[in-house]
Every structure is written in C-alpha cells, then in structure tokens.
C-alpha cells in the first residue's frame, strides 16, 4: 500500500452551487458587476488545466455601452434582450498562436515545443479549440464561485464577433457568457439528463 | 432596479479544492475507486452545461486488468505507467450521434432539432467536440469535489482507443482521465500561468 495524500470531498452546499442546483441564468439584475469581480473569476479559473500547460483561453470583459453596441449586431436575435440586459458579457474565444508563449508556460520544453506546433496550424487549431472549451467549464464553475451567475450562449455570428473584436489579437471567438446577478424569474424550468446507460461504459 | 437573486460565493476551502490549490495527480496509490464513487462524480458532473442541453460527453471507466491491458498500447509511452498505477482511467469521448437524444434532452423542440443536426455530420462533429470538451471541464472538477484526484492525459492514440473500445457505439475518444487517490511525490512544480494582460481583454 502506497501512501495516500488526503483530498477532503467539496461539502454539500458548494455541490449544489456549482453543480445539482447550479443553473444557466436567462433574466438579469442591473447590479452591476465590477471589474475587481472579474478579476477574481480569472484568478480562480486561470488553474485549469490544459494540455502541456498550454492554456489557449481567451476572455474579452464586454461592459460597457459602446461595446455592447458592436457586439449585438452579430448576436442570434433571441439572445439579443439577454445580452442588453447582462452588466457583462464575456467573449471566449481560443488564440490559435498560443503555442507562442510554450517558453513561458512550459519552461522546461518551450523552445522545443513551440517549434513542434509552429509548422501546423491545422493540428494547432485544433488543440486550441479542444482545450479553450475545456477551460471554458472551468471558468463557468469560477463565475458561479464568485457568487455570480453565468450565461452561455452560443448563438452568435462568430466571423462578425472576430472581425469587430478580434481584428488586432487574431482570437477565435467560440462562446458568449453573460455575466451578472440573476433577474426576476432568471431560471427556466431544469431540462432532462440523459440516463446513464446512454452515457457510462464500464471496461 | 429589478430584483436579485442571491447566489452565496464558494467559500475558501472550496476554491483550493477546485481551483487555487488543484493539481494534476501524476502518481497513484493502490486504495481502489469503488463503481459508487464514479457514480458520485457522474452525478455531479451530468449538470453540466452544453448547447441546446445536447450533452454529447461519453465515458468509459475503465478500471480492470483486462481493460487496462486493451488501453495500454495505445497509451503515449510516457502516460502508460500512470494508467497501469491508477484504479480507473476514465476515456472520454463524444457521440457524434447525440443529436438522436434531442426528443429527450429538448423536448419542446427535440423532433425538429434532431432534423436540423441529422444532416451535417461535420457541424456535428464540431459541436459534439466542443461541448464535450466543456462538459470535461466540469467533470474535472467533479472528481476533485468527490474527493478524488485527476489526472488527464492526451497523449494517446485517439484512433486505437476507439478501435479498441468504441467500435460498437461510434464514440470519438478526446481524452484519458486517470482516477484515484493521489500517491508518494504525486505533483510536479506547478508550472506557470499566462499574465492576465495576454489573456484579458476589455470592452
């Protein structure tokens, strides 16, 4: 028997907060939600882990009126209201240069690494977009930790989300995440899990 | 002013748990992972947010010799004495046929959106890749709130895997998640993050 390091299990009620009672939020409060919050949602969600540390995520904090004006012509029109309505509306996107920073996020390897993803932007992309999104359920469970709730959205016109948001940075938007304190009736009603039999296979 | 619901932060222990303090396991002990214990963090895990509450994530628990002997030779060399140590590798997968659930995961609109998806298997595939992989983040977390570490590993011949444990179901593996109780010296240094300047952006 090898020994064990002790992990304590997340009582109760962080289970409900963030997981059996955790909810996608649809109406929203005008309390505002400050840029400090923000912050402390990136400084919990940041220690997601990724693949060869390479963390491709990206996050563009939509508050203000002006942005929320050149983000709502590329938003599906039934999220429109939602996204008017939120203090903050998060674009998640991936940066299909991440493996630029290997030398800063993988130390021991990074020269090596960066040139290894340099020659293939195809693979690259797809690395990104796999470990972005991994770090996106992250991130939603860090929002919720903050005492905030989440929207994700993904009805948008992500060509128009790019060229009006990421036309310097290059990023590729793949998510909206409307960021606030819930509204009146913010919750529709739960919608069915598929049964385990469909998802759990046992080897 | 509309009203607020209050939603309660996730307290300090909580945050290490999951986020500040979290870290990928990289030794195991021998204390086993009962069936109950995988059950727990699926059902914590199944809340998870996807689009259109499709949840295209499949898993396969893989936790006897006969099935550790099938995964081990399409395990990158270096990953293969983790999944020989560890009491469950988790493979996770998506389905590219999830859109078949629709009638049940969306029932107010399930026949007609099973339509829409029934004929681009490419749009799919992108989907079903995309919203597996947030759900995976989600998962990750739902073994540390079960009190268990995790260890994931993309280092593996997706190909291989699904020949050898997909080939009846169609499943397109993404990612190999060792599970158990963290061993002797189970983290290496914790490798550094993206400054918030090359992550963040503001709007």
Chains 1, 2 share one sequence.
Do not use: C
């Not at 040139?115 to 693979?123: H, I, L, P, S, T």
């Amino acid at each position: 028997m090898t020994s064990t390091t002790d992990l304590r299990p997340l009582d109760a009620p962080g289970r409900e907060l963030l997981f059996t009672e955790a909810r996608t939020s649809n109406t929203w409060s005008d309390t505002p939600v400050t840029d400090a919050q923000l912050h402390e949602i990136w400084d919990l969600a940041r220690w997601a882990p990724s693949a060869a540390n390479g963390q491709p995520l990206r996050v563009t904090f939509v508050r203000d009126a002006a942005g929320k004006e050149r983000l709502l012509p590329h938003v599906a029109e039934g999220n429109q209201a939602k996204v008017s309505a939120a203090p903050v509306t998060a674009i998640l996107a991936f940066d299909p240069e991440f493996h630029e920073h290997f030398p800063t996020t993988f130390p021991a390897r990074g020269e090596m690494m960066r040139e290894n993803f340099a020659g293939d932007a195809g693979m690259r992309a797809g690395v990104a977009d796999y470990n972005a999104a991994l770090q996106t359920g992250v991130l939603l469970l860090a929002v919720r930790s903050a005492g905030l709730a989440a929207g994700p959205m993904a009805g948008f016109d992500r060509a128009g989300v790019d060229a009006a948001f990421h036309a310097e940075n290059g990023w590729r938007s793949q998510l909206l995440v409307n960021i606030g304190h819930p509204g009146e009736d913010p919750w529709f009603p739960r919608l069915p899990r598929l049964a385990d039999e469909t998802v759990l296979a046992w080897a």
